[in-house]
């Protein structure tokens, strides 16, 4: 009975044994170790303290709870090291990421900022500040006059802005504003030597007006009510806006409180119009609808 006595108490006591005397290690302080055993559940990580048992599935590219699964979102598909819980637009192409170089003309979204081919984007050897095929490098349309704006390049179309913009190194004497009067031929000053005459004149459309040979006459019908239907009683004015039928409104007209317009200075392509009404307190409404025609 003695022995039996003796091997039963050895027995209790390695069964309660400390941890630490029980060689259980704890490499991270997460107070997992990887022994198992009576060093409770196995750190399968012992050397992240963010991986162990219980912990929670981070997006990290880690089993975090050592369930020997991930998440799908923070599995990184295409091995460009971005998954899709990191915001990876597109986790089956390797070129696509955040933080990715833009590249022009692959039609991608490069970066994963919404934005596909923006400005400053580069392609196979081309930098391109604007987007526009022009810029630095062999790969490049050609070398690009103005590489901060997109509608300047070698055989562009001139456009009324006062931009060199086919890059012939050059800018039309209509764009010019020849009399200081802020107003070019381009955009409607009939008399661009005197700085006396503008396009916005009071009495526009009167006889000194159409004089000018506008080969475009805009008129319009007023609006009498806003677009929650009540009266309209504080207008203010009228703007024009005119476009090449390929680009969006840039340019504009201020007309005052005349409801038609000549418009002159126009090269021979297809333009279109529209008018916006301006209250006094400067709230402009949208555009009207829209009239195109072609300048002989």
Not at 71 to 82: F, H, L, R, Y
Not at 149 to 156: H, L
Request: charged content about 25%; proline content about 6%.
């Amino acid at each position: 009975m003695y022995i039996l006595a003796v091997s039963f108490f050895v027995f209790i006591l390695a069964a309660f044994c400390p941890a630490s005397a029980q060689n259980c290690s704890d490499n991270d302080g997460d107070t997992y170790a990887v022994e198992g055993g009576i060093c409770g559940q196995v750190d399968c990580d012992d050397n992240d303290p963010s991986v162990h048992p219980g912990a929670v599935e981070l997006c990290d590219g880690k089993d975090n709870n050592c369930d020997s699964w991930r998440p799908p979102t923070d599995v990184d598909s295409d091995g460009d090291g971005v998954p899709l819980c990191a915001n990876d637009c597109d986790d089956f192409d390797p070129e696509v990421y955040p933080g990715a170089g833009e590249v022009c003309d692959d039609f991608k979204d490069n970066n994963c900022n919404w934005i596909v081919d923006e400005p400053g984007c580069t392609s196979s050897g081309c930098t391109d500040g604007d987007a526009d095929g022009y810029g630095a490098g062999p790969g490049c349309l050609g070398a690009d006059c103005d590489d901060e704006d997109p509608y300047s390049y070698p055989g562009a179309d001139e456009i009324c802005d006062g931009r060199d913009n086919d890059c012939d190194g050059t800018i039309p004497l209509y764009e010019a504003d020849m009399d200081g009067d802020g107003f070019a031929a381009c955009s409607g000053d009939c008399d661009d030597s005197d700085p006396a005459v503008l396009p916005a004149d009071p009495g526009i459309c009167d006889s000194s007006v159409l004089n000018c040979g506008g080969p475009v006459t805009l008129n319009w019908k007023p609006p009498v009510t806003n677009k929650d239907g009540s009266v309209l009683n504080d207008l203010a004015r009228y703007n024009v806006y005119y476009r090449l039928s390929y680009y969006t409104y840039s340019a504009s007209i201020d007309t005052g409180s005349a409801t038609c317009y000549a418009i002159t200075g126009l090269s021979q392509r297809t333009w279109c119009f529209a008018v916006t009404a301006v209250d006094t307190s400067g709230n402009e409404s949208a555009f009207s609808n829209e009239v195109c025609t072609f300048i002989e």
